[in-house]
């Protein structure tokens, strides 16, 4: 048994296995969230913790930012990893003079290649975008990096640009094609069709960096690894510019459970995660795929009696999985199986009487806003169950 249930509707739908690789940006775009700001040692933490779960490459930073973000981003590249370390750049010299300067592997050049953009933003023709990322990717790989060259907010520009766009990137050399949903416009069925066609465009391999402006992060970096995208770009805890970027956690789930690849440890996820909390200052909600509080937490009576029987009947997948801990609640919604579960858990065994009296307790306080600790349970049994004998002995 795996610890989790396959997706059986997979085999029906007959999708291509998967290649993919992890660009992990929680260094980077993560960090332009804002009011986030990694120190040095908080940048080399979450990165060593990347390469110990097996993510392939890191986007450590955009040196040109700052002095402090190139030693940061230095730091590193020094730390002898296993993962490529990868830095962001503006199709300019001085932004690629700095990834140079910190040692990276990997250079990921853009320019905006939407109207929007041209027109707003960089005041260029079409063809005066491509000359500079030509320009910008023969001098990286003159400097020996990796290139990956990217469109940004390619969602928004229109095929025939982003045909010449990423044909020029191939002709010069570059190493990848990126496709930034900058935005987070597109539809699982969109980006499978985006990255299809872009594949008939270019023969070098293709990313997808995905923001999540709709919740459609995690669905649209799925949807491009099953139309064949090599390199999938993810944040831990999913943060990022405004809404954030496809989450780590659940990316790398999503593709142990639907695809079979396994060979992430997953299990280092949950710390990984309380580390960019806690680095970050963002916490994660309550009920946040994966790697939030109550990811296994039940309260339900139907559920706990099912879990007390198999873990899979309410669970996808088990909590070690990903590091984290099944949690059960009583209240409200409990049934006499959860609670006399718990009470055995503390050497206690209730009586089918007792149950009812204890639960009737628990349900009364949880429906005026009081829910109980666990350390509380056996207080209250011991309470409630002593008023009991005391007022039986009266009668
Ligand atoms: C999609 C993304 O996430 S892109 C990454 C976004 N991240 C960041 O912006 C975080 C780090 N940024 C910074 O620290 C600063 O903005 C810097 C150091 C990069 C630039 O600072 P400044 O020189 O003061 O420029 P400012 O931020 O005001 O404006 C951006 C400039 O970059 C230019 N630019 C933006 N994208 C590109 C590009 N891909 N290629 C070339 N130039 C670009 C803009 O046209 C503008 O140029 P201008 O100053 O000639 O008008
Ligand atoms: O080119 C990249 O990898 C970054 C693009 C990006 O951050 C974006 O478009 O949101």
């Known amino acids: 048994m795996p610890g989790y249930s396959t997706n059986e509707w997979m085999k029906l739908i007959k999708t291509e296995p998967i290649d993919v690789e992890i660009c992990d940006v929680t260094l980077r775009d993560g960090e332009q969230t804002p009011g986030v700001s990694f120190t040095k040692e908080e940048k080399m933490d979450i990165a060593r913790t990347l390469d110990e779960i097996g993510v392939e490459i890191i986007e450590a930073g955009f040196p040109i930012t700052s002095n402090g973000e190139k030693e940061s981003v230095k730091a590193v590249c020094n730390m002898g990893l296993n993962a490529k370390i990868s830095c962001l750049a503006r199709a300019i010299k ?101 990255v299809g066609e872009v594949r008939h465009m270019v023969n070098i391999p293709v990313c997808v960096h995905c923001h999540d402006d709709l919740g459609l992060a995690v669905a649209n970096t799925m949807a491009a690894a099953e139309a064949g995208a090599k390199q999938l770009h993810t944040c831990v805890n999913g943060i990022g510019e405004r809404a954030g970027n496809a989450s780590l956690e659940e ?129 209250l049994i011991t309470l409630l169950l002593s008023k009991e004998s005391a007022s039986t002995t009266q009668a």
């Not at 290649?113 to 079409?126: G, R």
């Not at 990217?150 to 044909?167: I, V």
């Open 94 to 194: 001085p932004d690629i003079d700095a990834v140079i300067d910190c040692g990276a592997d990997m250079v990921g050049i853009f320019i905006g290649t939407s109207d929007l953009h041209l027109t707003y933003k960089h005041k260029k023709t079409q063809e005066e975008a491509i000359e500079c990322m030509v320009t910008a990717t023969e001098y990286a790989k003159k400097h020996g990096l990796i290139v990956r060259f990217a469109a940004e907010d390619s969602t928004r520009t229109g095929p025939d640009f982003l045909k010449r766009f990423y044909q020029a990137g191939e002709a010069c050399g570059a190493d990848y094609v990126n496709i930034a949903d900058t935005v987070g416009i597109m539809t699982p069925s969109t980006m499978k069709y985006l």
């Open 251 to 379: 990316v790398l789930m999503g593709l142990k459970i639907h695809y079979g690849v396994d060979r992430y440890d997953t299990s280092l996820l949950k710390g990984l995660s309380e580390m960019v909390i806690k680095y970050s200052g963002i916490p994660v909600a309550r009920n946040k795929a994966v790697v939030g509080q109550n990811a296994f937490a039940h309260e339900s009576g139907i559920h706990i009696a099912a879990l007390l029987e198999n873990d899979r009947t309410y669970e996808l997948f088990s909590p070690e999985i990903v590091g984290g801990n099944r949690e059960f609640i009583l209240g409200k919604h409990s049934g006499s199986k959860a609670l006399c579960y718990m009470a055995r858990q503390m050497g206690i065994t209730l009586s089918k009487a007792e149950t009812d009296i204890v639960l009737e307790e628990i349900k009364r306080m949880s429906e005026s806003k009081r829910s109980l600790r666990r350390e509380e349970l056996a207080e």
